[in-house]
């Protein structure tokens, strides 16, 4: 089954420290994104990757970063920087050419900073 | 940049009626497509709309695309507690962005039976 896998559902850290969020996809797609959804403001999106090797900042970058060295794959680090990281966390991959089947996301990875 | 707008953030029914939410975008789309969120889940796609006046349907589900590429709506008729969830618009702006989408804040939608 094709899918997108982000890992792990439930992550607790200590403020100060940094935490790297999975993403995986065996859907082919070229382009992948991260978001983050806070209740009352939807999703916002942090970064995006249209080729491996490439990516560009979001709407919210500041805090995180993001590589992508293999197609399937596209981390995401929550930096100490990061004002406010207790957050909902969705991943998502399309086809290049305006993602015209939509976005497929994973089921999310919840952080809580304490 | 570009902002999307989506309203009413909350809206409660009864079962059988009908939920109507609008979706305003400061600048002219490429396309728009809705998402679907049931409480507890992720998003997932319903449809794109990408014509000027476009209207599609799906069941009980109508969405239209704004004769100026700047508004959506997506309406139910006589809703269900499976309808129960968020419903987001995300607008495509095109050109150097295709494929990047602008999400809206959703509109909760909540059915009592």
């Known amino acids: 089954d094709g899918g997108i896998t982000q890992s792990p559902k439930y992550l607790f850290r200590k403020e100060g420290q940094n935490v790297t969020l999975s993403c995986e996809q065996n859907l082919n797609h070229d382009a992948m994104y991260w978001y983050r959804q806070d209740p009352g403001q939807g999703l916002r999106l942090i970064y995006y990757?249209?080729?491996?090797?490439?990516?560009q900042k979001g709407d919210i970058a500041e805090g995180y970063s993001v590589s992508r060295e293999k197609k399937e794959s596209f981390p995401l680090t929550v930096t100490s920087a990061q004002k406010n990281p207790t957050a909902f966390y969705l991943c998502?991959?399309?086809?290049?050419?305006?993602?015209?089947?939509?976005?497929?996301f994973g089921s999310g990875t919840r952080l809580t900073v304490v | 940049g570009q902002q999307v707008m989506q309203i009413p953030q909350y809206q409660h029914v009864q079962e059988g009626e009908d939920f109507t939410t609008y979706c305003n975008s400061s600048?002219?789309?490429?396309?728009i497509q809705w998402y679907k969120q049931r409480p507890g889940g992720h998003p997932v796609f319903l449809i794109q709309l990408v014509k000027s006046g476009e209207v599609k349907k799906q069941k009980r589900l109508t969405f239209q695309f704004g004769e100026a590429k700047k508004n959506s709506s997506l309406h139910i008729t006589a809703t269900q507690t499976t309808d129960v969830g968020t419903y987001f618009c995300a607008g495509g702006a095109g050109g150097t962005s295709y494929g990047k989408l602008t999400f809206g804040q959703g509109t909760i939608l909540t059915v009592h039976p």
């Open positions: 998502a991959s399309s086809m290049t050419g305006g993602a015209p089947d939509g976005y497929t």
């Open positions: 990757s249209q080729i491996v090797n490439d990516f």
């Open positions: 600048t002219t789309l490429s396309n």
